[in-house]
C-alpha cells in the first residue's frame, strides 16, 4: 500500500491556478465559474491529504456562503475523512468532491486534466 502526503511539485501549479481562478471567480460573484475551479483543484490534489482537506474546507466556506445547506452538510463528512482516505490511497479517482455527487464514485477526468496529470508524469 502506497502512503500519500503532500502534492507533487510537478502538479502544484495547476492546483495552485484552480485555487486562484475560483478566489477571482468567487470575488466577481461568478459562483458557477468559481465551483468549477474548486471542483478541478479537488480531482487533481485528491490524492493529497492536505490539498485534497484544503478543498473540502474552501468547498464548506462555498456552501455556508451561498446558505446551501445540502453542501454544507455534505462537505462535513468529506472534510473528515477525504485526507484519511488520501493518506491511503482510497480515493474515487475523478470524484469532483461536491455533495451533489456520491462521495465514493469515480468519474471520467476531463482530458485537459488528463493532460496535466501526463505533462506532469503523474498517474
Not at 475560483?22 to 492536505?50: D, M, V
Not at 479517482?93 to 455527487?101: E, F, K, L, R, S
Request: aromatic share 12%; net charge positive.
Amino acid at each position: 500500500m502506497k502512503f500519500y502526503t503532500s502534492i507533487p511539485k510537478e502538479l502544484k501549479p495547476y492546483f495552485n491556478s484552480e485555487l486562484e481562478i475560483y478566489e477571482t471567480e468567487l470575488s466577481c460573484g461568478n459562483f458557477i465559474k468559481a465551483w468549477n475551479h474548486l471542483e478541478r483543484a479537488h480531482i487533481i490534489g485528491q490524492k493529497y491529504p492536505y490539498a485534497h482537506t484544503l478543498v473540502h474546507w474552501k468547498m464548506l466556506h462555498f456552501g455556508i456562503l451561498i446558505k446551501n445547506r445540502t453542501e454544507i452538510i455534505g462537505q462535513i463528512p468529506r472534510l473528515i475523512f477525504g485526507g484519511v482516505k488520501s493518506f491511503v490511497g482510497k480515493i474515487p479517482v475523478g470524484n469532483p468532491g461536491g455533495a451533489n455527487v456520491p462521495p465514493l464514485k469515480s468519474y471520467p477526468i476531463e482530458k485537459d486534466l488528463q493532460d496535466i496529470f501526463v505533462k506532469s508524469g503523474i498517474n
